[in-house]
């Protein structure tokens, strides 16, 4: 698919939304379905999808393993209105998918959340709690032996499943939206990235090339955004890595994996893998690595120690598939917040610049929230969207750097070596254990 031609010379727009993965497309897809008449302008530094939304290990998951964290910040209805929300959010993009023929790979195998050592056991159980506060039992027990089954690997002892989760393959879902958002009129301009943004009114918008005046304006930059100073504390741009192996569907059928489930193990760094449609294992690792300052470089692109940590926890898991060679490998940035949900707000001083930011490595089926949220916002409706409770909350924030880089790296040592005695049964050192506390939330709470 061409990219769309850069933005240039002198243009104008009622809604500018900054950045082209999900958060963008989606939130440029919600605002012309509620204002068809407003002309919307997304900018996207490179192309759509070029980020995570891109990249991603293709998990599309609820909030429901978030249940307690939701919970910490809104009351019981809210934290059920969003739950239920991001659960039918799978179903929504489904639909979306077979309404526009975007053949997104999706399969609905469901998610098996699993212990793979003694540490991990139990888990889930505070989670399960917390739903069954709210009246909710989206989780179902596995028996050990069923687990391994259907994993096609002992190392997972036990585990519960969530039925209504789905994989995707990401890049043909973004690259799906984008072409249902030219179709809808939407104006979308790649390889522009953003060089200076005003917070006057109008936003005045400079790129290279060119300038953009907007009425309104929606930061949908995730890890970028921690560039903005404003935003900086409430994230940190984490790497996540991903290795994928060579087809292998006969083997698949022998080892027992053959119901499409996506899965997760325990770990803070955790591991999560799925099949794809041609039989491959995509096998990611939230490794945690930082750059200094915030700053998306290399180390969110291809980062080889990253890549190797992905690639020993594969090979740990499924040991039998010693000889399958991985074919491909990358990484990418998560813009993780404390508690692991998004936070949605506007920039102090304006009543025009909005953001939503700290998708945490769960965006794929909430960012179509996000999406919607973040068009009341650009919209000024006053609905259910823009009362939720993740609009203008006030989460832990992060220290400020170089406090954030070094304190975050001794964090992610102590988290990995923990967790690498952990997965060999022994007991983490004190201090390890100690200063893993200090870690942010991971995938489940």
């Known amino acids: 698919?061409?990219?769309?031609?850069?933005?240039?010379?002198?243009?104008?727009?009622?809604?500018?939304?900054?950045?082209?993965?999900?958060?963008?497309?989606?939130?440029?897809?919600?605002?012309?379905?509620?204002?068809?008449?407003?002309?919307?302008?997304?900018?996207?530094?490179?192309?759509?999808?070029?980020?995570?939304?891109?990249?991603?290990?293709?998990?599309?998951?609820?909030?429901?393993?978030?249940?307690?964290?939701?919970?910490?910040?809104?009351?019981?209805?809210?934290?059920?209105?969003?739950?239920?929300?991001?659960?039918?959010?799978?179903?929504?993009?489904?639909?979306?998918?077979?309404?526009?023929?975007?053949?997104?790979?999706?399969?609905?195998?469901?998610?098996?959340?699993?212990?793979?050592?003694?540490?991990?056991?139990?888990?889930?159980?505070?989670?399960?709690?917390?739903?069954?506060?709210?009246?909710?039992?989206?989780?179902?027990?596995?028996?050990?032996?069923?687990?391994?089954?259907?994993?096609?690997?002992?190392?997972?002892?036990?585990?519960?499943?969530?039925?209504?989760?789905?994989?995707?393959?990401?890049?043909?879902?973004?690259?799906?939206?984008?072409?249902?958002?030219?179709?809808?009129?939407?104006?979308?301009?790649?390889?522009?990235?953003?060089?200076?943004?005003?917070?006057?009114?109008?936003?005045?918008?400079?790129?290279?090339?060119?300038?953009?005046?907007?009425?309104?304006?929606?930061?949908?930059?995730?890890?970028w955004a921690a560039a903005i100073p404003e935003i900086s504390r409430l994230i940190v741009p984490v790497n996540s890595s991903i290795v994928v192996t060579q087809a292998i569907p006969e083997r698949l059928a022998s080892l027992g994996w053959t119901g499409g489930e996506a899965i997760t193990d325990s770990q803070l760094m955790v591991g999560y893998y799925r099949t794809t449609r041609d039989g491959r294992i995509a096998y990611g690792k939230g490794t945690g690595a930082l750059s200094r300052g915030g700053v998306i470089d290399a180390t969110f692109s291809r980062h080889e120690e990253s890549c190797r940590m992905a690639e020993q926890d594969f090979r740990r898991a499924y040991p039998m598939l010693a000889d399958v060679r991985v074919s491909h490998a990358w990484s990418g940035p998560i813009d993780r917040t404390y508690d692991s949900l998004p936070v949605f707000g506007t920039l102090s001083g304006t009543g025009h610049i909005h953001y939503g930011v700290g998708w945490s490595g769960n965006g794929v089926a909430p960012s179509l929230l996000g999406g919607r949220i973040l068009a009341s916002l650009a919209l000024d409706r006053n609905d259910s969207w823009r009362r939720c409770a993740l609009v203008g909350r006030k989460p832990k924030r992060f220290p400020p750097e170089p406090i954030k880089y070094f304190g975050g790296s001794l964090v992610r040592n102590a988290v990995r070596r923990k967790e690498a005695r952990e997965a060999r049964d022994l007991a983490p050192r004190w201090l390890d254990a100690l200063l893993a506390g200090f870690a942010p939330a991971g995938l489940e709470d």
């Open 1 to 223: 698919m061409q990219a769309s031609a850069p933005m240039t010379g002198s243009q104008a727009a009622d809604i500018v939304i900054i950045g082209g993965g999900y958060v963008g497309l989606w939130t440029a897809l919600s605002i012309k379905e509620l204002s068809p008449w407003s002309k919307v302008v997304v900018l996207e530094r490179d192309v759509c999808g070029g980020g995570a939304s891109g990249r991603n290990g293709g998990m599309a998951m609820s909030w429901w393993p978030k249940i307690a964290s939701l919970l910490a910040f809104a009351d019981a209805d809210e934290a059920l209105f969003l739950a239920q929300a991001s659960e039918r959010a799978i179903d929504e993009i489904e639909q979306f998918c077979g309404r526009h023929r975007i053949d997104a790979h999706i399969r609905r195998g469901g998610w098996l959340w699993t212990a793979t050592s003694e540490a991990q056991q139990e888990s889930w159980d505070g989670t399960l709690q917390a739903c069954a506060r709210v009246g909710a039992r989206p989780f179902e027990y596995v028996l050990p032996e069923d687990v391994a089954r259907r994993t096609g690997s002992r190392m997972h002892r036990a585990g519960v499943f969530e039925r209504g989760n789905a994989t995707v393959q990401p890049a043909r879902l973004v690259r799906g939206m984008r072409r249902v958002a030219l179709e809808r009129g939407i104006v979308i301009h790649e390889n522009t990235p953003v060089l200076e943004l005003s917070d006057g009114y109008p936003a005045v918008i400079r790129s290279a090339l060119g300038t953009m005046l907007a009425k309104s304006v929606v930061l949908a930059t995730n890890a």
